[in-house]
T-cell receptor, first 113, second 111 residues
């Protein structure tokens, strides 16, 4: 799917532990996004990147940080995971500003006990 | 917060029927309106998209109708098939890199 790989695909961890999710793309797209998907809430933007080392917050950024040291990789980190961060996390990429399609990976299902 | 309101939350249609999902947006700066289709265990996939300079766009059995003055747009699925059973998301986007998504509609097409 559009050359996007998310890892891991599934993870179970405990409250208070750090967690890092990885998004890797082979499309050389400039823009990368992290969303979380929860029942009744649709897709909500956590953070996004508009270039290497250029990132900004989305609507639900509290408790999350991101890094992008090279074009192909966008990392999402939960510094100290909480049960409210149990969710399915999707990475998306786009080659242009917001009026062009975003293409999604297949997600990471994260459970925090 | 700019919202995109999507309805209904769920929809059951018989095979061969027409499925209609509606969205309303608030941000008049939006100039791109995509619809995504998502199957269980997969990421959302772009289905069809429209820009506000046209009132309708059709691709196969899927049609977007757009009403700029009412700030509304809708997805019509003609001759609905069981394979169309999925969750559908509308979204709005402008020039700020971001899309704002509706909360989704779970479509079930009964055989």
């Amino acid at each position: 799917d559009a050359g996007i790989t998310q890892s891991p695909r599934h993870k179970v961890t405990e409250t208070g532990t750090p967690v890092t999710l990885r998004c890797h793309q082979t499309e050389n797209h400039r823009y990368m996004y992290w969303y979380r998907q929860d029942p009744g809430h649709g897709l909500r933007l956590i953070h996004y990147s508009y270039g290497v080392k250029d990132t900004d917050k989305g609507e639900v950024s509290d408790g999350y940080s991101v890094s992008r040291s090279k074009t192909e990789d966008f990392l999402l980190t939960l510094e100290s995971a909480t049960s409210s961060q149990t969710s399915v996390y999707f990475c998306a990429i786009s080659n242009s500003q917001g009026n062009q399609p975003q293409h999604f990976g297949d997600g990471t299902r994260l459970s925090i006990l | 917060q700019q919202q995109v309101k999507q309805s209904p939350q769920s929809l059951i249609v018989q095979k061969g029927g027409i499925s209609i999902i509606n969205c309303a947006y608030e941000n008049t700066a939006f100039d791109y309106f995509p619809w995504y289709q998502q199957f269980p265990g997969k990421g959302p996939a772009l289905l069809i998209a429209i820009r506000p300079d046209v009132s309708e766009k059709k691709e196969g059995r899927f049609t977007i109708s757009f009403n700029k003055s009412a700030k509304q747009f809708s997805l019509h699925i003609m001759d609905s098939q069981p394979g169309d059973s999925a969750t559908y998301f509308c979204a709005g986007g402008g020039s700020n890199y971001k899309l704002t998504f509706g909360k989704g509609t779970l479509l079930t097409v009964n055989p």
